[in-house]
Each structure stands twice: as C-alpha cells, then as structure tokens.
C-alpha cells in the first residue's frame, strides 16, 4: 500500500473545526467525521517547541533529548536514521518534498527536495534542482518582497512544469494581489510544492512519500487575530491588516483543496495529516524584525564572520574562521543593546559558528538608536525589515488524521515520537528508532 505523510505544520485544529462548524472545509470535515483526530505530544519546555525540533522527532522517533537537533538546519551535522532511509532499507521506495530540517541520505530516493533552509542535496530533475535555490532565495528574503530575476525564471519554469491545469486558474488569483500581500506568495508557494508532490509521486510510485507545507504556520504567527474563528482579545492595526480580511481561513481553504487533490489522484493510497505542533493566540503585542543585509550589517559593526546565512525570519547562521574569532563576534553582537539594556540579538555559540537571532521586539523608529559597546549609534531602522506582529506562539499539542483507521479506531493521544512506527506499520515492515 502506498502511504501519503501530508505534513501541514503548526495547524490548529480546533480552528478547523469551527471553519467547519460554519459549513467551510468540506474536505478536511469529511475526513475528521470518517477517520477522527488524534493529538500528539512531544516537548514540555517552550523553548523546546519549534518546529525544526518536533518534525525532527516525527521523522526519526527520538525525543529532543535523543536526536539533539536543536536548531534549523542542523540536520546536516548529523547522521541520524530518518523514516527514508528505514524504509529504503527494507527495499522501498521513497519521496520527500521540502520535508523540514530533513537530510537527504537516501541512497535512491525517488524525489527529495529539501526544506530552503537546509543544505542537503536534491534528488529529482534539474528543474527541481534549480526550483530549490530559486525557492531558498524567495523565502529567505520574504520580509523585503525581494525576488531576484533568475529565482523568477526558475520559478516559473517550475510552474510551467509542474503546476496542474485544473489549478491555473488558482495561480493566477493568488500571483495578481501577492504583489501587495506578502501572505499570498506562500499560499503560491504551497500550491506549487503540492503539484510537484501529485506529479512526481504519479511519475515515480513511491511506497512512501511526504509533503511538507508552511505557509499556515507562517499566516498564523502573523494574522491569527484576523481570523473569523478567533475570539480572543487581541487585534491587529488597520495599517497592518483590514479587519475584514481572514488569511488563516484563506490557506486553512488551500490545504482543503490540497487533500481533496491528493485524495483524487491516489484513492487507494493511505494519508496521514500530521501538523508537529499547533499554535495558540499571542498574549502581548511583539514585532518580527529581519536584518536586510546581513553582511553588511556585520560589516558595520566590526563583528568578524567569513560567511553569513539567513534562515526563517530573525534567525541567521555566522560562520567564523577560528573559536578565537567566534567568541570576538559573539561579544560583539552581545554588546548591541538598546538604551534601556535590552539585548538586540540572541546567540548561540557552537565553537566556530554561531546561531544569531534579532530579539528586539519593539518597534524600532527612524530615531531609534542603541548601544554598540561605549558608542551609541543610530540607523538601525534602515538596517533592518519589517517582518510582522506576532499573532500565534507554539504549543506542543499536535495533531494527526490517519485514513487507516475509522473514527472510532483513532486513540486519543500518542507520542509524536510513534509515527514514525505508525508509517512503517501501514508500508508493512519493522521500525526501530536508532540514534
């Protein structure tokens, strides 16, 4: 049997729900009457809830404490035993699309494009080879809608390939008003991702394969507050969003379609929907602030590197010639703070590099200045993108629809560790997590 793992992270289902409950989602409310919902768990501590960590342990069945990936991309340091590799060692066949923080050691995969914060190695053609760095580069420079023409060229050669007739018409009502609402540019990018998962899972026949999807944990940290389903007090600014507007319901309807996509093309596959977490309204108001340049943002502040690599958000990675020039950065970087006290950045020093997140989460005006060691210095607004004002934070709750199993089969709750034994279960062989 073939088994389909539809990865929609961060997906609050209890928000399905009530979308549902007002007659919206026709098939993710078919699917929960029919085969139920299960919850997941996986970390207790807050600060252990990303999503980098939980899809790590939903792909290999090791707790945090066991595989020790605690940051995105670390992946690529490790040699752990992914559910790919298990089952390509009892001689099946397997495809992944932008699986999250995932390493591609399959020795034959059918299809493996990675996350575009991951440097692991594509398996496919060279349209996708090309897809990946186009998409790496979009992603990472989301917050000032910058899109370089040679990404275009590989993005729409992309489309051209890949993207079902049945769905043009989709494409072009979202490309039109991307230009003016950056949330739409993920649901284009979601909706291409999911062709590519139809096409080449058609083309290839593999025993397993995955899809992973982020533009719904991206529109919920953002625009929760806007949903039609949220009741709770917080709001976000007209200049911010209009009222009216309700992007969640909006990609929460593409992922509906997208089932109901995967569901036709492979009826007699088995799907699980999994989600690695949820997210629960934010309590307090928190601005996202991206640097435009990194580089040259280091370069400013004599922070020493030799390379520099954004990742999502407020998050990038320094790379440094010895530890000794490490520790200078990192003593650097920790000596920007505002004039109140407050540290700017947060960094993790891992003896050559660094792991560097933009904390500040305040708004930051054309007179705001900080402290860089004894200097004051200003201009850091022009150094620096809006990103968004936090609508959603983490919660460790996660949820899974198993298309094996009938309502009243679904249990209640299972480790988010056990799915990995729950797809080799369905493919028909043994799976025992190895660290």
Not at 77 to 92: F, K, P, V, Y
Not at 179 to 208: M, N, S
Not at 281 to 287: F, M, Q
Not at 398 to 412: C, F
Request: hydrophobic share 45%; charged share 25%; proline share 5%.
């Amino acid at each position: 049997m073939t088994v389909l793992l539809l990865e929609l992270n961060e997906i609050n289902f209890e928000h399905v729900r009530a979308y549902v409950a007002l007659g919206k989602l026709p098939v993710l409310g078919r699917l929960l009457d029919k085969h139920g919902l299960t919850e997941t768990t996986s970390e207790q501590n807050y600060e252990e809830l990303e999503p980098w960590i939980q899809w790590v342990t939903a792909h290999t069945g090791l707790s945090l404490a066991e595989h020790g990936v605690f940051r995105l991309g670390d992946i690529v340091d490790s040699n752990l035993r992914q559910i790919w590799e298990a089952l390509e060692e009892h001689g099946l066949k397997v495809g992944a699309i932008s699986p999250m923080n995932a390493k591609n050691n399959c020795r034959d995969a059918a299809f493996f494009l990675p996350d575009p914060w991951t440097r692991t190695d594509v398996t496919g053609s060279a349209i996708l080879r090309r897809l990946h760095g186009a998409v790496a580069q979009s992603v990472n420079d989301n917050a000032q809608a910058r899109l370089t023409p040679a990404s275009a060229v590989k993005l729409l050669t992309a489309l051209v390939a890949y993207a079902a007739p049945a769905n043009y018409g989709a494409y072009l009502s979202l490309m039109a008003p991307a230009l003016r609402h950056k949330w739409l540019k993920a649901l284009v990018l979601d909706r291409l991702l999911a062709d590519i998962f139809v096409r080449e899972t058609r083309r290839k026949r593999p025993d397993f394969a995955s899809l992973f999807l982020n533009a719904g944990a991206h529109i919920q940290h953002h625009y929760m507050f806007n949903a039609e389903v949220y009741a709770g007090p917080g709001t976000n600014p007209d200049w911010y969003l209009a009222k009216d507007v309700d992007p969640v319901f909006q990609v929460y309807e593409l992922y509906d379609r997208i089932v109901g996509q995967v569901e036709r093309a492979f009826p007699q596959a088995r799907l699980m929907i999994a989600t690695g977490l949820h997210q629960d309204p934010h309590s307090e108001v928190t601005y996202y602030w991206r640097l435009k340049d990194h580089a040259e943002f280091l370069r400013s502040a004599d922070v020493p590197f030799q390379r520099v690599e954004p990742l999502m958000s407020r998050d990038f990675m320094i790379f440094c010639a010895s530890p000794e020039e490490a520790a200078q950065a990192e003593l650097r970087l920790e000596s920007m703070r505002a004039m109140d006290g407050t540290p700017l950045f947060e960094v993790d020093n891992r003896g050559r590099d660094l792991f560097v997140m933009l904390t500040w989460s305040h708004d930051i005006g054309e007179d705001f200045e900080y402290r860089l060691g004894n200097r004051t210095k200003p201009g850091l607004r022009d150094a620096v993108s809006f990103v968004a004002i936090k609508n959603g934070d983490h919660n460790g709750v996660g949820y899974l629809i198993d298309t094996g199993i009938t309502s009243g089969e679904a249990p209640a709750r299972i480790a988010l560790r056990s799915l990995p034994e729950r797809i080799a279960a369905a493919c028909g062989v043994p799976w025992q997590a190895a660290a």
